[in-house]
C-alpha cells in the first residue's frame, strides 16, 4: 500500500510539473498573456534544467517586462520569500512580474545563479533586444546569440527577421535562424539550414559547419553540410589572401620609413651607419617625451600629440646626426672599415644613454584616439588604422623626401657633391656643410621611422637592432643611391616576408629572404636600379 501511495504521489508532482509547464509555454505564446509571479518563480527556483524550460517558455512569448528581470538575476537584485518574487535595487522593492512596489517579507533571500543560468539569462536578454529601436543594441544582440540562441528562440528569431528593416540585419537574422535549425532534430531543418549557410561570409560559420559535420549521421545533410564547408572556405580565403597582402605592404612600408634616411647616408654619401637604428630609437623616444608632455599639460588634445611628436623625432634624430658627422664621421670619408666601426660603438653609447635616462625597460607609447581600433573590410579583414597610417605617412615621407632631393637648392647641391665632389666644390659649394646636411637629413628621416614604429610596437634601447639589417638588404637591393631602388626593394622584401612566413615560419622566412639576396647581389651587384652616370673621383 505504501509503495502505491508512493507511486501515486510522483504521478501526482510529475504531473504537476508537467501542467505547470505547460502552462508557462501557453503564456508565453499567448499575445494577452502577461509576465506572471508564477513564470518569475519557475525562472528563480529549481534546478536548472526547469529554470532553463521555464525561462524559454517565456521568452518565446517575446514579453518586453521578462528584460527588466532578467537583468534584475544577472545583477544579483533578485530575492524570493514563499511563492513571492521581488526585485530589490538598494532601498526600492518592487514585485518581480508588476513593477509595483512591494514590501519585502523579513524571510526573503537571494537568488543564486550559478554560471551556465547567467549565460541563459543572458542570451535571452540579446533575444529581447532583437526588437530594440536602437539599430546598434539590435546588432549588437545578433551577435550575441550567434553561439547561444537555442531552438526554444526560432520563433522569437523569426518574428525579429519579419519587422527588421535593416537589409544587412535582416540578412545577419536568416543566418542566425539557420545556426538554430542547424541543431534540430529534423534532417529536413538541418538541410535547409546547410544550404542557408553556404552563402555566409563569417569565419564563425565555417567552425560552426566543421564542429557540426564532425556529428552529422545524416548522408544528405553531411554531404550539404560539406558544400557549405566549400563554398565558405573559398570565400574566406580572398579575406586571408588580402590579409597576406596587407600585412606585407605594411611590412614593406616600415621597412621604407627605415631604409630611406639610410639611402642619404649610405647610398647617397657612401657612410656605413651601424648607428642607423639608434637614429630611429632617438626619434622614437622623441615621440614618447612629446606624449608626455601632452598627457600632462594638455591632456584636453592628447589625441593631437602625434601632430608635434613628427616634427620633434625628426629634429631629435637630425641634431644627433648632425653632432656625429661633425665630430665623428667627417673625419673617416672613404674609410669604410673605420666608418663602420666607429658607427658601432656609437651605436652601443646611444643604446647605453637611453638606458641611462629611460631605464632598460620599455616604455608605453599610446596611439590616439583616432588611431585605434580598424577598418572591418571583410568579417576576416580588419585594417588597423595605425597600420593605414603608417602606410599614408611613409607615402607623405616618401614625396617630401623625393621632392626635395629633386626640387630645392639643398636637393641640387646633395645631388651634385654625390655625384663629382672636386666640381662641386670648384663651382663654390661647401661641401662640408652639404656632407652635415645630408647626414643630418638622413637621420631626420631615421628619426621619422621611429615616430611611426612608436604607434605599431614597443619603444626601448633595443628598438633600432630590429631593423638595422633589414634597412641595408632594403637599400642595397634597390641598388645605391636610388630612391626608387629603395621603395620597389621595401614594399618587395616585405611582401617576401610574409609570403615566407605563412609558408615555413618567421625564422626561416628570415633565412630564406637573406639566401635570395645573396644570390640576387652575386647575379646583379648594382642591384634593381644602377647609378647613372660617372663620377669624376671613380
Not at 259 to 272: K, Q
Not at 274 to 300: I, K, S
Amino acid at each position: 500500500m505504501r509503495g502505491l501511495r508512493a507511486l501515486r504521489r510522483l504521478v501526482l508532482r510529475s504531473g504537476l510539473a508537467l501542467g505547470v509547464m505547460l502552462g508557462l509555454l501557453l503564456a508565453g505564446l499567448g499575445p494577452a498573456q502577461a509576465f506572471t509571479q508564477a513564470q518569475a518563480l519557475a525562472i528563480a527556483q529549481g534546478d536548472s534544467d526547469a529554470r532553463i524550460a521555464a525561462l524559454d517558455a517565456v521568452v518565446a512569448a517575446g514579453d518586453p517586462a521578462l528584460a527588466g528581470y532578467l537583468q534584475a538575476l544577472l545583477d544579483d537584485a533578485v530575492q524570493v520569500s514563499g511563492d513571492r518574487v521581488y526585485v530589490v535595487q538598494g532601498e526600492r522593492v518592487t514585485d518581480a512580474a508588476t513593477g509595483a512596489p512591494a514590501p519585502l517579507p523579513a524571510d526573503a533571500q537571494g537568488v543564486v545563479n550559478p554560471n551556465r543560468m547567467r549565460s541563459h539569462f543572458e542570451a535571452a536578454l540579446a533575444a529581447l533586444q532583437l526588437f530594440s529601436p536602437d539599430r546598434a543594441v539590435r546588432a549588437q544582440a545578433i551577435g550575441q546569440l550567434r553561439d547561444a540562441a537555442s531552438e526554444s528562440y526560432l520563433g522569437l528569431i523569426q518574428k525579429a527577421e519579419r519587422a527588421e528593416t535593416d537589409p544587412r540585419l535582416r540578412a545577419d537574422l536568416q543566418r542566425l535562424e539557420a545556426r538554430v535549425q542547424l541543431s534540430s532534430r529534423d534532417p529536413a531543418r538541418r538541410l535547409a539550414a546547410a544550404r542557408m549557410l553556404a552563402a555566409s561570409d563569417q569565419p564563425a560559420t565555417q567552425s560552426l559547419l566543421i564542429d557540426r559535420l564532425a556529428a552529422e549521421t545524416d548522408p544528405t545533410v553531411h554531404a550539404a553540410l560539406q558544400a557549405a564547408l566549400s563554398r565558405v572556405a573559398a570565400r574566406l580565403a580572398w579575406g586571408d589572401r588580402l590579409g597576406l597582402l596587407f600585412s606585407g605592404i605594411s611590412l614593406g612600408s616600415i621597412l621604407l620609413l627605415a631604409a630611406l634616411g639610410l639611402a642619404i647616408t649610405y647610398g647617397l654619401m657612401g657612410v656605413i651607419n651601424m648607428a642607423h637604428g639608434e637614429l630611429m630609437m632617438v626619434g622614437a623616444y622623441a615621440t614618447y617625451g612629446v606624449q608626455n608632455l601632452f598627457r600632462h599639460w594638455w591632456p584636453g588634445a592628447f589625441d593631437a600629440y602625434i601632430a608635434a611628436a613628427v616634427p620633434a623625432s625628426f629634429l631629435a634624430a637630425a641634431l644627433v646626426g648632425a653632432l656625429l658627422e661633425r665630430t665623428v664621421i667627417r673625419w673617416l670619408y672613404g674609410r669604410p672599415l673605420e666608418t663602420l666601426l666607429a658607427t658601432w660603438g656609437i651605436s652601443l653609447i646611444l643604446m647605453q644613454s637611453v638606458r641611462t635616462l629611460f631605464g632598460a625597460q620599455n616604455v608605453a607609447v599610446e596611439n590616439p584616439g583616432w588611431m585605434s581600433g580598424g577598418w572591418d573590410v571583410l568579417p576576416n579583414l580588419t585594417l588597423p588604422y595605425n597600420r593605414l597610417a603608417i602606410l599614408v605617412f611613409a607615402a607623405l615621407v616618401l614625396l617630401g623626401m623625393a621632392l626635395l632631393i629633386g626640387k630645392t637648392r639643398l636637393g641640387l647641391f646633395v645631388r651634385g657633391v654625390t655625384q663629382n665632389r672636386r666640381m662641386a666644390a670648384c663651382v663654390g659649394v661647401n661641401t662640408a656643410r652639404i656632407d652635415t646636411y645630408a647626414f643630418a637629413l638622413g637621420a631626420g628621416i631615421a628619426g621619422l621611422a621611429g615616430c611611426a614604429l612608436s604607434q605599431v610596437g614597443n619603444v626601448g634601447p633595443d628598438l633600432g637592432q630590429s631593423y638595422i639589417v633589414d634597412s641595408f638588404m632594403v637599400v642595397v637591393l634597390g641598388g645605391v643611391g636610388q630612391i626608387a631602388g629603395t621603395v620597389y626593394a621595401g614594399l618587395g622584401l616585405g611582401l617576401l616576408n610574409k609570403l615566407l612566413e605563412g609558408w615555413q615560419g618567421a625564422v626561416l622566412a628570415k633565412i630564406m629572404v637573406l639566401a635570395f639576396i645573396v644570390v640576387f647581389i652575386q647575379k646583379r651587384p648594382q642591384g634593381l636600379f644602377a647609378l647613372k652616370g660617372r663620377s669624376a673621383e671613380a
